[in-house]
Nanobody, 115 residues
Framework: QVQLAESGGGSVQPGGSLRLSCEFSGSIFRFYTMDWYRQGPGKQRELVATITGGGNTDFADSVKGRFTISRDNVKNTVYLQMNSLKPEDTAVYYC?????????WGQGTQVTVSS
C-alpha cells in the first residue's frame, strides 16, 4: 500500500522560507508523478507544483520564481522549497502521487505566513 508522509510545515514571517518533505513508501517511487497541492482557508484545493519521475517540473503562476519542487529517487522523497513566502501562501499543503490512474494523498501539513 502506497503511503505519503509530509513534514516541515510551520509558522513563518512574510519573506521567510520553509521546506516541506514528503516521504513515499509502498511502491516504486520513480514511476510516480508527484505534486504538491494546497488548500487555504475558505478556498478550494489547488495544484502548486508537479514533478515527473524524470524530473520535469511545472508550477502554478502564483508561486513561479518563489517555490521549487525536487525529488530524491534514492530517498523516495519529494521536496517543496518555498521562498519569499506571503500571507496568501497560508494553507494546508498536501503531497500527492499518481501513476496509471492510481492516486495517493498525504495527510497534509499546515503552513502559516504571518507577521
Amino acid at each position: 500500500q502506497v503511503q505519503l508522509a509530509e513534514s516541515g510545515g510551520g509558522s513563518v514571517q512574510p519573506g521567510g522560507s520553509l521546506r516541506l518533505s514528503c516521504e513515499f513508501s509502498g511502491s516504486i517511487f520513480r514511476f510516480y508523478t508527484m505534486d504538491w497541492y494546497r488548500q487555504g482557508p475558505g478556498k478550494q484545493r489547488e495544484l502548486v507544483a508537479t514533478i515527473t519521475g524524470g524530473g520535469n517540473t511545472d508550477f502554478a503562476d502564483s508561486v513561479k520564481g518563489r517555490f521549487t519542487i525536487s525529488r530524491d529517487n534514492v530517498k523516495n522523497t519529494v521536496y517543496l522549497q518555498m521562498n519569499s513566502l506571503k500571507p496568501e501562501d497560508t494553507a494546508v499543503y498536501y503531497c500527492h502521487g499518481s501513476r496509471l490512474g492510481r492516486e495517493v494523498w498525504g495527510q497534509g501539513t499546515q503552513v502559516t505566513v504571518s507577521s
